[in-house]
Structures are given as C-alpha cells and as structure tokens.
C-alpha cells in the first residue's frame, strides 16, 4: 500500500511473519515536498524583508512623541535615528542606545545630510517616522500669517520634503514604511486652531494619496492620529495666544473666544479621558511597526474617536452646535 501525504512518500508493505510487527513502514521526502519547503523559506525570506521596519528615522524628537517612540522602538530591540535641531536635547535618548543626528526640516541641506548618515551605514531608512511638528494658533482672521507659514514650513513641507527623499532606497528595495503623525484634528476642527488643522488635514491628503502611489513597491505608509496629548504641547499652545494677544499692534475682536478657549485647553488636558501621554502614542507606533501588516489608520485615545464619529456622522449642525456650546458662542 502507498501513501502520499504533505510531501511524503510512504509505502507501506505487510510482512507476513511472526514477529509483533504486522508491517514496516519506509519514507523517503518526495521532490514535490521538497520543492514546496523551498518556496515556503524564499516567501519567507521576501516576507522578513519586506517587512522588516529597520533602521527607523524619526523626526522631532527632543520631547513628546517623538522622545517616547524614539525610547520605546529602541527597548523594543530596533535601531532607531532620534533627530532633533538641537542635537544636545537628545543626550537621554542617546545613554538608551538610539544614534542622535541632528534634523532641521525646514533645512534641505540638514535633510539630505541625515538621510546620507543613515543609508551610507544601511542603504535605506527602512522606517521613516514623520513626528516634527508645532501649532500656532488664533483666529482667522488675527493670525500672523508669517509665522502661520513657519508652522506650513514644518508640519506639510518638511515632512514631504523628508519622506521624497527616503523614497527611492526604499522603491530599490521593495520595502519599507512612513509613518506619518497626523492628529485628530487633521479629521475635525475646533475654532481659534484653523490653521493649525489645515496643516493636519494636508497630511491626510499626502498619506491618503501616498499609500496608493508606493504599495506596488512594498512600501506601507501609516497615519498616526492621536487625540489630545501631553506633552507640554498645550502650554505652547496657550504660550502663542498669549504672545499674539500682547503685540501691541493688536485689539483683538475674539477676546471672549480666546478666553474660553484657554479654559477649554487646560480643562480637557486635565481630563484622563479627554487626554494622554506621549507613551501611549508610543505603544501603538511599536504595534504597528511590528505587524506584518499595519493598518493605514491608528486613532489613539477614546476621546479622539467620539469626537471623529460625531464629526463624521452628525453632520455640520450637530458639530457647529456642539462647538458653540463649548466655547460659549
């Protein structure tokens, strides 16, 4: 009798004698069998390499998210870049085992240069972490538009600069990931922080239009939206209002807006469930960079998804109503 089973021969013969065994069974590996253990280890192979998320190159990370996912990819065994402008803020991240490159992105010179330090010791940025980042915030119609230019500057154009220029040692490799930090409100919008989303709603554009455009070469590109975080991001928030309100060139017509926006901020900072820390954006970053198959989207904390649902399926007049409840309008 033959038996053919997962790439084994088997022939079994019935021995007639006296013995106690009724038979003698003989197996020898087959070419078929052999030839499917040799496809299963090159798929393997491609999968871990396509997948494989090292060296990973983050941006803005003197505090914040930046700091913490910086901290926690490198405890979590991968070879991390932490950049920042200031290459002595990142001293702590350093004694952790991450290598400090000094990152300007609203430098090409400084983009160029840390893309070079990583792919001369590599060949690629196998991960590449879009974090750097700031809010400059006030009404429309009050706001400096010069520094609102500055905050484009870092927030869309650094961002995309940095990402075309990992793009191609990724595209020869057939692998790699972008992980862009969007936010929340890059899905929603509060008053008095227009211009601050619009720079968050540009980055869903670019991560939207980005992921269909590399997935033929094997390159995952990953939007990270965190709700409110704390990560001392809020202080610079209020630390801008108070700075815009001070010029003496200015009288403002939003003074009771700004103030309930203030109270708002630092009331909603405090709340455990409107708020987090930079840790747990941290945590999903690791996760997603570990799945062989990241989702595009991760929203972080439970606040954030309430308020993206009631954005998304209430519709302008339940959210405007909303709004002016909140800020008394």
């Not at 202080?235 to 815009?244: I, M, S």
């Amino acid at each position: 009798m033959r038996v053919i089973t997962r790439g084994y021969d088997i022939s079994t013969s019935l021995a007639q004698d006296s013995g106690p065994d009724q038979g003698t069974i003989r197996a020898r590996r087959s070419p078929v069998g052999k030839n499917e253990a040799m496809t299963k280890a090159r798929t393997q192979a491609r999968t871990q390499a396509r997948t494989r998320p090292d060296p990973v190159l983050i941006s803005g990370c003197s505090s914040g998210i930046g700091a913490a996912t910086a901290a926690a990819l490198v405890s979590a065994g991968f070879v991390v870049y932490a950049t920042a402008r200031q290459v002595e803020t990142l001293a702590d991240l350093e004694a952790l085992g991450c290598r400090p490159l000094a990152l300007d992105v609203t430098s090409e010179d400084s983009m160029v240069a840390a893309v070079k330090t990583v792919e001369a010791e590599h060949g690629r940025v196998g991960t590449l972490i879009n974090n750097a980042g700031f809010g400059e915030y006030g009404p429309i119609e009050e706001s400096d538009l010069g520094l609102v230019r500055a905050m484009f500057e870092t927030n869309v154009f650094g961002l995309a600069r940095l990402t075309q220029l990992v793009l191609p040692a990724m595209r020869r490799s057939r692998s790699g990931r972008i992980v862009n930090i969007g936010s929340m409100g890059g899905r929603i919008t509060f008053p008095v922080g227009g211009y601050y989303h619009a720079t968050k709603y540009a980055v869903e554009a670019i991560s939207d239009a980005l992921r269909v455009e590399v997935r033929p070469f094997g390159i995952d590109v990953i939007l990270v939206e965190p709700g409110l975080i704390r990560s001392n991001f809020e202080n610079r928030v209020n630390e801008g209002l108070e700075a815009g309100a001070a010029r003496k060139d200015t009288v403002t017509a939003y003074a009771d807006l700004l103030s309930a926006n203030e109270k708002s901020t630092t009331g909603s900072y405090a709340n455990d469930f409107m708020a987090t820390g930079p840790e747990t954006v941290a945590a999903v970053i690791v996760s997603a960079l570990q799945s062989s198959r990241p989702r595009s989207r991760y929203v972080v904390t439970p606040a954030a998804k309430v308020m993206i649902n009631l954005r998304r399926f209430g519709g302008d007049r339940i959210w405007d109503r909303a709004m002016r409840r909140q800020f008394g309008l």
